[in-house]
């Protein structure tokens, strides 16, 4: 059989080593992107040891070391794993182990420089039976040392709190006294102070301890308010706080480079008092179960908090990113501020909604790009309801808005009018009658909508009129696969809209908005660019608007065929030619799968019908001519 210490040995390896062999090791579930300063859980890791069948419905008690780095949390794990090995194997007195053994488990090392990053846990969960017969599993978990050189406050922060909420039992590592900041920054179960120098002032162990965080926890008079608070709610915040004090592990530890963790090189002082806090802390009888709002947590609720926490992390960015879409939008249109132009509203809604999503990236969250991709989009169909509910405040700003619906009803009254009156000359009675009709309905809309206007009555009606003027007038929202057209000067460009306002297009180079005039040599090009870009950015300040034309004779592809093609090409470089592959063939070409250009049709037809009059007043003028030279 082997050896509890050799289990360990035969499992110390890289974090993701155990996952790979098989064997127990630490297996990392917090990924920390240090460079970028955000966090990855490791859903599939956690999932593959919360999940095994034996252990996943056990209420779970997970105990987690966290503190400053290179003060020897994975150095204390490593024991707290001796021990329960030597349990599983039945269990002795004698735990430590050999005295020429090296110590293994979670990675350790001597020197200055951190070694362990983000949350590691111990692959194998320990199966305890309680004094009662209730069996638990035990979670060793390891954090990333706080306040190195890589990492910021909010990194440290954020790597102390996870712990703090996923752990039951956690244990607050520190150097020789407890400091004003600890309590501040504290969420915890045991302080645990590690080289304590002063035995004659308060005994090492739990018992002096005690009697030490009694004294540091006592609340004064001359001390500050936020002192005060700090206290008043340590013991609020736990069910149970304690304190251990522990003795210098001996000059062989602290300074030799070759130290491997042999019990021959570490102080016996140390030893016993080392023995004495793992009793305490994985004494089955101590063992404290994680509790959620007063219900123990399972090994398969563990994970579902792990998610929530993530899922939790991803909308609080969301919110901050929204907060600053809206908080720029309100500067530009929002509460009094003047009518805004609809082209210039458009204009900072697009750079306002970029500047939102790149706070949502740039946020640091939890659970990776694909975890925090539904956010995103979440995010960005709550921007698109905002900047909805900015063109509705900013049009009812405009003056000129309140008498679109009468001038809409009266213009239709004038040109059914005048219908009516040229269907009843060439002598289309019933037309003309069904003209007269139509009049008397729209000028029965126009005298209600004056009177809902002065009496404020029956608004569900005016506002259905409003709605009938307001369809006629406005451009319909494009949706995924709609092809928009863009009259540029002296020619119109053409992309296929595939969502979130975004637009594909065939691009030559001196197609950009803005370009004016000089946008007509794109004619002369013989490359052109597949460009995914904002419809905003394409658009510029023309006029466009959706023209699905060919819908009647050929019949579009499905949406999510036409946005998969579309995405497919972008950045790609391919031909292009005015008269046969040019921006509108390529359109109707994802679209219905026919290249089609009617503009280049229609250019062709105007031509010809230039020259054939031409050549007509030609003809004439040559006759003319001749009738003329006869005559004389």
């Known amino acids: ?80 794993l001796r021990y329960l090995y030597f349990q599983k194997e039945g269990g002795h007195s004698n735990w430590l182990g050999d005295p020429e053994e090296p110590l293994t488990g979670f990675s350790w090392r001597g020197g200055s420089d951190p070694e362990t990053t983000g949350i590691q846990i111990w692959s194998e969960v320990f199966t305890v039976e309680k004094p009662g017969g209730k069996k638990v599993a035990v979670v060793l978990m390891d954090t990333q040392g706080a306040f190195d050189s890589q990492s910021t406050v909010k990194d440290c922060a954020t790597i102390f709190a996870l712990s703090t909420m996923t752990s039951s039992v956690q244990i607050y590592n520190l150097s020789q006294n407890i400091q004003e900041d600890d309590l501040q920054q504290l969420q915890t179960l045991m302080f645990l102070v590690r080289d304590w120098s002063f035995p004659y002032e308060y005994n090492y162990g739990l018992q002096g301890g005690m009697s030490f965080l009694e004294k540091r926890l006592q609340v004064k008079e001359h001390q500050h308010e936020e002192i005060q608070n700090v206290r008043n709610h340590i013991h609020s915040c736990f069910s149970s706080v304690s304190c251990f004090l522990l003795p210098h592990p001996g000059l062989q530890v ?66 901050s990113a929204k907060d600053v879409y809206y908080n720029n939008m309100e500067e530009v249109c929002g509460g009094d501020k003047p009518y805004l132009s609809p082209d210039i509203l458009e204009e900072k809604h697009c750079e306002f909604k970029q500047l939102a999503l790149d706070h949502f990236k740039k946020t640091k969250k939890m659970g990776g790009k694909d975890f925090s991709l539904r956010y995103q989009q979440e995010l960005e169909e709550e921007i698109k309801e905002l900047y909805e509910n900015f063109c509705k405040h900013n049009s009812s700003k405009n003056v000129f808005s309140t008498f679109r619906t009468p001038a809409v009803l009266f213009t239709g009254i004038v040109a059914l009018y005048i219908a009516s009156g040229l269907t009843g000359f060439i002598g289309l009675e019933v037309v003309a009658q069904l003209f007269n009709c139509m009049v008397g309905l729209l000028l029965i809309a126009l005298l209600t909508w004056g009177y809902i206007r002065y009496s404020g009555q029956y608004r569900e009606l005016g506002g259905a009129i409003d709605s009938g003027a307001a369809y006629v007038l406005e451009q319909p929202e494009p949706q995924p696969g709609d092809l928009i057209e863009i009259f540029r000067p002296f020619y119109r460009h053409w992309a296929v809209y595939i969502g979130n306002g975004y637009v594909v297009h065939l691009a030559p180079p001196s197609e950009i908005p803005g370009a004016g005039a000089a946008s007509v040599m794109s004619a002369l090009a013989d490359k052109a660019f597949v460009k995914k870009e904002r419809l905003c950015d394409v658009v510029g300040r023309d006029r466009y608007h959706v023209n699905n034309k060919h819908d009647g004779r050929y019949s579009p592809l499905p949406p999510s065929k036409i946005v998969q093609r579309a995405e497919e090409l972008v950045g790609q470089e391919v031909l292009y030619k005015l008269t046969s592959e040019n921006c509108e063939h390529f359109v109707n070409e994802l679209r219905y799968g026919v290249p089609r250009s009617d503009q280049v049709r229609d250019a062709i037809m105007a031509v010809g019908i230039a020259g054939v009059g031409l050549a007509a007043m030609g003809l004439i003028g040559v006759m003319f001519s001749r009738n003329k030279k006869q005559k004389q």
């Open 1 to 80: 059989m082997l050896s509890p210490q050799r289990a360990v040995a035969a499992a110390s390896g890289g974090a993701g080593d155990a996952m790979e062999s098989g064997k127990p090791g630490p297996v990392q579930v917090v990924l920390v992107q240090k460079d970028q300063h955000s966090f990855e859980l490791e859903e599939k890791a956690l999932a593959s040891i919360l999940l095994q069948d034996h252990i996943r419905e056990l209420d779970v008690v997970v105990v987690s070391v966290a503190g400053a780095f290179r003060k020897g949390k994975s150095f204390l794990l490593d024991f707290m």
């Open 254 to 319: 602290a300074t030799s480079p070759d130290f491997d963790g042999k019990l021959k090189d570490i102080a016996s002082e140390f030893k016993e008092q080392l023995q004495t806090l793992i009793l305490y802390v994985l004494n089955p009888a101590n063992l404290m179960e994680k509790e959620i709002n007063g219900s123990k947590v399972t090994c398969r609720g563990l994970l579902e908090y792990f998610k929530a926490t993530a899922e939790a992390n991803n909308l609080a960015a969301a919110a």
